[in-house]
């Protein structure tokens, strides 16, 4: 992608998204119209709201991208062959926004084929607004920004659930570490690409939309991302998901995977 190209996407993220975010931020301080996806968690008249406006936004300037948004139907055949897509979550983190915690974000990804390539990631109660695009670097509130270089996990400052460290299942005790807990999956992801955190974790199956702009973003910063066996991630997959993640920068990255490729692959337990 060229510079140019790169500026126009940018541009076009920042802009919506700055603009999604403030109306968020005034829907958020009224009463919220409230329901319950099931297993996927709550929903409120904020998710839908940005959801609607980003779509009609982002489509009218680029009507020839394919579309995956956590509170749109999915429509698979309408974007695994496009050769842009854009993946977003209107609000990431909606349990905080519900409980006035300000941790929420809205995140937009755009992927080249099935990589994602340019992100935006914005706290609209922070004013925190993270963007990167691959190739040609990352930026925090237009500063720039890169991960850190921390290459020891004995005081690495993880962006995670403290508990998931001291479970059972893992081969080796981890070394004690900062454990910094954030509710948006976005949102660690952002602070992982500004070095403000050195790695997050990801457990388990997580959706694209969650994970998609945090991608594109940290590798625009220096930072690795991958599966937790050390693969690349996929995107644009016919059941938008990914398997357990790991973010973080080089020095770290592969004294992470040592430790998380002895869990057992969940996609081989669904073919098996």
């Not at 076009?12 to 998204?17: A, P, Y």
């Not at 709550?42 to 940005?50: G, H, L, R, S, W």
């Not at 993640?245 to 490729?261: F, Q, S, W």
């Amino acid at each position: 992608m060229t510079l140019q190209s790169a500026a126009s996407e940018l541009e076009l993220l920042e802009t919506n998204v700055r603009e999604a975010g403030a109306l968020a931020r005034e829907l958020s301080q009224k009463p919220l119209e409230i329901q319950s996806k099931g297993e996927l968690g709550p929903v409120t008249n904020v998710d839908k709201t940005i959801d609607a406006m980003l779509e009609l936004r982002l489509l009218s300037k680029r009507p020839d991208y394919g579309w995956l948004s956590e509170e749109t139907p999915d429509k698979p055949e309408q974007r695994i062959n496009k050769e842009r897509t854009f993946m977003l979550d209107p609000i990431d983190g909606t349990a905080a926004l519900i409980a006035k915690v300000p941790q929420w974000t809205i995140s937009v990804g755009i992927l080249e084929g099935n990589r994602p390539y340019a992100g935006v990631i914005y706290n609209p109660m922070t004013d925190e607004m993270f963007t990167g695009v691959i190739g040609h670097g990352a930026w925090l509130n237009g500063r720039p920004m890169k991960v850190s270089e921390t290459a020891r996990l004995e005081g690495a400052r993880m962006i995670a659930q403290k508990s998931r460290f001291a479970e059972k299942r893992w081969a080796a005790l981890w070394p004690k570490m900062d454990t910094i807990e954030r509710q948006s999956i976005a949102y660690r992801m952002g602070l992982v690409a500004a070095g403000m955190g050195d790695a997050t974790l990801l457990f388990g199956w997580k959706h694209e939309w969650d994970v998609a702009g945090g991608a594109a973003i940290i590798e625009a910063a220096g930072g690795q991302v991958t599966d937790f066996w050390g693969d690349p991630l996929r995107f644009n997959n016919e059941n938008p998901r990914v398997p357990g993640v790991v973010a973080a920068g080089a020095g770290l990255h592969p004294l992470l995977i040592e430790r998380t490729k002895t869990l057992p692959d969940p996609r081989e337990q669904a073919t098996g």
